[in-house]
């Protein structure tokens, strides 16, 4: 199933150039995914700091833009400039949910917004990533299976915080948004398991 992980590859293209600048600098990719999860905890310390006010909710989906693009700079780094490494594997998992949480949670203080589900769909997504991870121990792949990924959560939350920033009056409609990707995720997690298993296929115990 196609999810926006699949635009990754076009994305990452237009990067390649900054990509080649930062490595000359002498910026490094694990460097690059420590910002990026700083860069996260920032943009959600701004909305828990003025929950009340529009401008921080403004300010999300400009954060999970330049995260995504840091992501993406991270992963080309690793791979294109000889940067792997045990570590950077470590800090991109644990950065990218670390991230997520301090990104989205706090959209659970912003009035009118019900905490159940920002919280349950940042416990999903989650699950959803270490069930990706998972193949990995089994002999499969990591696997990116959809419908709801990272980039689909970030989807998600971006669109939710623009709303209410530009005026939207919060509602029934958060619930109901939140409530349809929290269902995907649960697919997601079992499209992950099963292709991971199939994958694995005589591997697999």
């Known amino acids: 199933m196609a999810t926006i ?28 995914t420590v910002a990026a999860a700083l860069l996260s905890v920032a943009g959600g310390g701004a909305i828990l700091w003025q929950p009340a006010a529009r401008w921080p909710l403004l300010l999300l989906p400009a954060v ?16 294109e400039h000889n ?20 990104l989205y949670l706090p959209l659970a203080a912003v009035s009118g917004v019900s905490a159940w589900p920002v919280v349950g769909l940042v416990m999903a997504g989650i699950l959803v990533e270490m069930t990706g991870v998972v193949g990995v121990q089994i002999g499969a792949s990591r696997r990116y299976d959809g419908p709801v990924g990272k980039s689909d959560r970030a989807f998600v939350f971006g669109l939710l915080a623009f709303l209410l920033g530009i ?35 005589g591997n697999a115990e």
């Open 5 to 32: 992980y699949d635009l990754k590859p076009g994305f990452q293209a237009l990067l390649r150039p900054a990509c080649g600048a930062l490595a000359r600098a002498g910026v490094t990719a694990n460097q690059v």
């Open 64 to 79: 999970l833009f330049l995260r995504m693009a840091l992501n993406a700079i991270d992963g080309l780094l690793a791979r």
């Open 83 to 102: 940067m792997k490494s045990r570590l950077g594997a470590v800090l991109n998992e644990l950065g990218d949910v670390v991230a997520d949480a301090a």
């Open 167 to 201: 005026g939207v009056n919060a509602g029934v409609w958060i619930d109901i948004l939140l409530g349809l990707a929290l269902a995907l995720s649960v697919l997601t997690m079992v499209n992950r398991a099963r292709r991971a298993l199939a994958e694995a296929g």
